[in-house]
């Protein structure tokens, strides 16, 4: 179960906002995932939390199919990125959710809401800028063999996405992206009404979405990982040179060099911040204390997940 404040639920698919928010599964899969699998649904969040680390250390290998050397500091690069995101980031996500719980029995504008998605974007940002280093070392020691099978698994990916959002009818498209805006919003308010129903589904229909678009800037990524980092393994560059690729790589995945990709992300974004703060404003006062109550919960999960050591 996802987390539910997805500010892009009404205006895009999950896996778009993926593309938009997060870095390519090579230089932001060390950050990302350990944000990702805190952010569950409350039963099974605490377990995941604290597995995170292993979790992420198995969809690492996945891509790479490490050495038993890379096992080793992969798997102590990501037990400390762990501990220090218990330790630092899980105050600041209880101060988000108190600040939000407190705006969420009024009315909400759509600045209101943009500010929400910007502090969750800084909050990413700042794991992924946390794992840097790690990622920095590890591009270092991976073989051309490796890269070849990274670049399979990202084929792998890319026929996934053509099959959810690229491929069948326009309208079964619609579809699964309209069941999953639905979903999102009722693990935060409860049950919809009709009203509420009607602004998502408004929403979607005219959001600027655009999944070839995002395919398009997904597969640039992917490619520009690839090209920037095959001539960093194999101990073929310095480690100045390496961090110096990488941080660029880094920048490039989190603001897309291309000018029309920005803009359209700009869209969405506004398309986010209005769809979220219409859908907000469509709902009656019981469901508003059902998302005080849901994010009550997950504040105290996340005190909890603080408190603790493993």
């Not at 952010?39 to 995170?52: D, E, P, T």
């Not at 330790?87 to 759509?110: C, G, S, V």
Request: with cysteine; glycine share 6%.
């Amino acid at each position: 179960m996802k987390f539910p404040l997805d500010l892009g639920l009404l205006t895009r698919s999950p896996a778009a906002g993926a593309a938009a928010g997060r870095c390519t599964r090579i230089i932001g899969v060390l950050g990302a995932l350990a944000l990702a699998v805190g952010l569950q649904g409350c039963s099974v969040m605490k377990i995941a939390y604290n597995q995170a680390a292993e979790l992420a250390y198995w969809h690492l290998d996945g891509h790479f199919d490490f050495t038993d050397a890379q096992t080793l500091q992969v798997k102590a690069d990501l037990n400390k990125l762990q501990a220090w995101h218990r330790q630092t980031q899980l105050p600041a996500y209880i101060e988000t959710l108190q600040k939000l719980r407190q705006q969420i029995p009024a009315d909400m504008d759509a600045a209101a809401a943009c500010a929400l998605y910007a502090d969750v974007r800084g909050k990413l940002i700042a794991v992924s800028n946390r794992a840097e280093p790690a990622v920095v070392a590890l591009v270092g020691t991976l073989n051309a063999d490796q890269l070849v099978k990274l670049e399979a698994r990202f084929a792998k990916g890319n026929t996934e996405y053509r099959e959810d959002f690229l491929d069948g009818s326009p309208k079964a498209r619609r579809d699964k992206r309209y069941k999953q805006a639905v979903s999102r919003a009722e693990m935060l308010y409860g049950n919809l009404e009709h009203k509420q129903l009607a602004v998502i589904g408004h929403r979607i229909d005219n959001s600027h979405f655009s999944a070839a678009v995002s395919y398009e800037e997904k597969v640039r990524r992917q490619q520009d990982a690839l090209q920037t980092m095959r001539p960093l393994v194999a101990g073929q560059s310095t480690p100045e040179k390496t961090q110096v690729a990488m941080k660029g790589l880094f920048e490039r995945t989190l603001n897309s060099p291309d000018p029309a990709y920005r803009v359209y992300m700009d869209k969405l974004t506004q398309d986010a911040c209005a769809g979220f703060a219409e859908l907000h404003n469509s709902t009656t006062h019981a469901q508003r204390s059902k998302a005080v109550e849901t994010l009550l919960k997950y504040e105290q999960d996340f005190r909890t997940l603080h408190l603790q050591k493993s």
